[in-house]
């Protein structure tokens, strides 16, 4: 038998949703209805859901489906969870999202904010479990602002500081981290010189801060960085640390309120390779001081 190799392109598809926090989260401070300002809205679920099969849809019927799709922090209702199982073993692909807040707690109120990654039977045709298996990935660090947002329902926060690091034969070493969990300096020296890809599922206004980091990441992990964003502020990226400057954003969707699902290929074969010996550096930048 022959040995399993990487692939050498990894094919992703980002989805950004339209979720909207003020219609989705109605915030009601001191009128004890916290429950409403940590749960999608009726309305918002069933929109979300529509929109998310259409992107999941769309992805299916282009050439070159994807390997791993990802999409927002808090754009997948609880309830949606078993029927993107299905999708997933549908299109034969690994899908990682963001889930809405689950609740901890209700005396006193506690929440958390969690990512599923769903791994099918099949991937892209070959056997690779004996059912579709799912796994939760915490956020650990709330942002300033959605910490303040929370404390003034009542309702704290419940970190997840667990690290995940998956490993695929053929679609190499990844991680995912859920928004402002992206800063944590301490998490992102754990990932380097363990995976070529990292998903960023967020859900976060300051797109420019967030594409910076990714941009100097991708150099000092040396990986691939992916930022899936929702489509109310955008910013969804893919960087690459190519060594020319040109082809280093492989994708990025900017501007405010626009949902949007695209796929890109990142590189994976080469880069792991590189990472390994540092030869190639017509194709990539310089390994980072002390990589090895």
């Known amino acids: 038998m022959e040995p399993v190799m990487l692939n050498e392109k990894l094919s992703i598809g980002v989805i950004q949703t339209s979720l909207d926090a003020i219609a989705a989260w109605q915030s009601q401070p001191n009128t004890g209805q916290w429950q409403k300002s940590v749960q999608i809205s009726m309305l918002e679920e069933k929109r979300a859901r529509k929109e998310i099969r259409h992107f999941l849809s769309s992805l299916k019927g282009i050439d070159g489906e994807p390997d791993i799709v990802v999409l927002p922090e808090l754009s997948v209702p609880l309830g949606f969870e078993n029927r993107l199982c299905s999708i997933a073993d549908d299109m034969q692909t690994i899908i990682i999202a963001g889930l809405d807040y689950q609740i901890e707690s209700i005396s006193p109120p506690i929440v958390s904010n969690e990512a599923i990654i769903i791994v099918p039977r099949k991937l892209r045709g070959k056997l690779i479990s004996r059912k579709t298996e799912s796994r939760r990935i915490g956020k650990t660090y709330p942002s300033p602002a959605e910490n303040r947002k929370l404390n003034a329902i009542g309702v704290k926060f419940l970190p997840r500081p667990t690290v995940w690091l998956f490993e695929s034969n053929t679609l190499g070493g990844f991680a995912v981290a ?111 001081p002390g990589f090895d």
């Open 178 to 288: 859920v928004c402002y969990d992206f800063l944590d300096l301490d998490r992102i020296a754990l990932y380097r010189n363990k995976i070529q890809t990292l998903f960023i599922l967020a859900y976060n206004q300051d797109a420019n801060t967030f594409y910076h980091s990714a941009e100097a990441i991708a150099r000092m992990v040396f990986c691939n960085v992916v930022v899936c964003n929702c489509g109310r502020f955008g910013g969804s990226l893919a960087i690459s640390p190519y060594r020319k400057s040109y082809e280093r954003t492989i994708y990025m969707h900017c501007g405010q309120e626009l949902p949007n699902a695209q796929l890109i290929q990142l590189p994976l074969r080469s880069l792991a390779a590189h990472q390994k010996s540092g030869d190639d550096i017509k194709t990539y930048k310089s390994l980072p």
